[in-house]
């Protein structure tokens, strides 16, 4: 497990401070589970999956790199985003995202007819590169 709990904590892009700030507990405990010197207790195991939507048998048990993360529905997907937008105090791009969207609801329709478009023409042109 300390090897799929490091694999894990790299695949986010986290510290083990961060990590553990996320859990609310100290880098250093991060540390001792990824030495292997201490294995989380269920509470721990229950909280990382929840926190960073992992899949718990990946966890415990281990797999394919695939099967790390729960695969969720888009509704689901959407509201985990928008769960975690709501929750963001001091994060410039959720900051930004969020006043995007209020000014988004401030336009006439004719205004959002015109921004659709040009957000399709934008995700296509993604897709397609």
Same mark, same amino acid.
């Given at each position: #497990?300390?090897?799929? %709990?490091?694999k894990?904590?790299?695949t986010?892009?986290?510290?083990?401070?961060?990590?553990? +700030?996320? %859990?609310?507990?100290?880098?250093?405990?991060?540390?001792?589970?990824e %030495?292997?010197r201490?294995?989380?207790?269920d509470?721990?195991?229950?909280?990382?999956?929840?926190?960073?939507?992992?899949s +718990?048998?990946?966890?415990r &048990?281990?797999?394919?790199?695939?099967? #790390?993360?729960i695969?969720?529905?888009?509704? +689901?997907?959407l509201a985990?985003?928008t769960?975690? %937008?709501?929750d963001?105090?001091?994060d410039v791009?959720?900051?930004l /995202?969020?006043e995007?969207?209020? /000014?988004y609801? &401030?336009l006439?329709? &004719?205004?959002?007819?015109?921004l659709? &478009?040009?957000a399709? *023409?934008? /995700?296509?042109?993604?897709? *397609?590169?």
């Amino acid at each position: #497990m300390n090897e799929r %709990l490091r694999k894990l904590r790299k695949t986010l892009d986290l510290t083990q401070r961060e990590f553990g +700030e996320r %859990l609310g507990v100290k880098g250093n405990t991060i540390a001792q589970y990824e %030495l292997g010197r201490n294995e989380p207790i269920d509470a721990v195991l229950s909280l990382i999956c929840r926190e960073f939507g992992v899949s +718990e048998d990946w966890l415990r &048990n281990g797999g394919s790199d695939d099967d #790390m993360f729960i695969k969720l529905s888009k509704d +689901e997907e959407l509201a985990m985003c928008t769960q975690m %937008l709501l929750d963001s105090t001091d994060d410039v791009v959720a900051d930004l /995202i969020k006043e995007v969207i209020i /000014i988004y609801e &401030n336009l006439d329709n &004719n205004s959002k007819k015109i921004l659709k &478009n040009v957000a399709q *023409n934008l /995700i296509d042109k993604i897709k *397609n590169t």
